[in-house]
């Protein structure tokens, strides 16, 4: 009988993520994703009643470059996702990707103590949460 390996959260996020204010502009957090190398920004939260937004590629795509809208005149808030599905840190791998597929999300941030640690990214319970049980 094989021994069930349990992977979380935790040991699968990555730390290349942007906080940005939903007040910038298009324009600046597409060149700060790129001085970065980062394609995920976390939308800062206002004050301690707000949430975090989130704003991926796609979606700049979708509603600035499809639209024809100028980047320096559209808000990250404008474009934003809010508010968002977040995980725990010490979430088993195989729960994230049931929630990704409930939701239909590709990226998740995880909070612990009210703050983003890190984001969890279907390439990541893949290759580093599904390949780790395989060891």
Known sequence: MSKRITVVAREVMRD?????????????ALLEMKSKDSYILI?????NNDEYGLVLLNDIAKKVLAKDREPERVNVYEVMSKPIISI???????YCA????QFGLSVAPIIEDGKVIGVVTNIGLVMDGLC????
Do not use: H, Q, S, W
Not at 88 to 94: E, Y
């Open 16 to 28: 290349n993520f942007i906080e940005i204010d939903g007040t910038a502009t298009v324009k600046d």
């Open 43 to 47: 939308v800062k939260k206002r004050n």
């Open 88 to 94: 725990g840190p010490d979430m088993d791998v195989r």
């Open 98 to 101: 049931r929630l990704f597929d």
């Open 132 to 135: 780790k049980m395989l060891d």
